[in-house]
């Protein structure tokens, strides 16, 4: 099988399994703590943002961990790219916003923003400390 064949199947099964992941991880947070508040969502923005850093970092030019192209692309684009939920974010924050619920609208913004972009900063950084 060629190369971009077998990316092209990487990346369809990681984004599935992926997919399969965040919804497991997105309910059993709403259900711990409530769904008036996407934390299921903001949760597996922050942990998917923290392992995309991480494994780019380990696996990219300058990491220690050597692998494949479609290994790569496995879990860059179909793992963690399936398990991340920018559009879902997108559409509960619209949603807070035309239930007149700006201040959790507002606070889904902030939180997802920042905690995600601390989150693939600590990735990278743990990337970057394992590389040593």
Do not use: K
């Not at 996407?38 to 494994?55: E, K, Y």
């Not at 300058?62 to 684009?77: A, E, H, K, Y």
């Not at 879902?88 to 959790?104: I, N």
């Not at 900063?121 to 394992?130: D, E, K, S």
Request: charged share 10%; hydrophobic share 50%.
């Amino acid at each position: 099988m060629r190369t971009e064949t077998l990316i092209v199947v990487a990346v369809a099964v990681g984004s599935a399994l992926g997919g399969l992941a965040r919804y497991g991880l997105s309910g059993v947070v709403a259900r711990s703590f409530g769904e008036t508040f996407p934390w299921g969502t903001l949760v597996v923005n922050v942990v998917g943002s923290s392992l995309i850093g991480l494994f780019a970092t380990v696996t990219g030019p300058d990491g220690r961990v050597l692998v494949s192209p479609v290994t790569r692309q496995f879990w860059i684009i179909g793992i963690f790219g399936g398990f991340t939920t920018f559009s879902a974010f997108s559409l509960q924050t619209l949603s807070l916003a035309q239930d007149g619920e700006w201040l959790r609208a507002s606070g889904n913004v902030v939180l997802s923003v920042v905690l995600c972009l601390a989150g693939v900063w600590l990735g990278a950084a743990l990337g970057a400390w394992a590389n040593r």
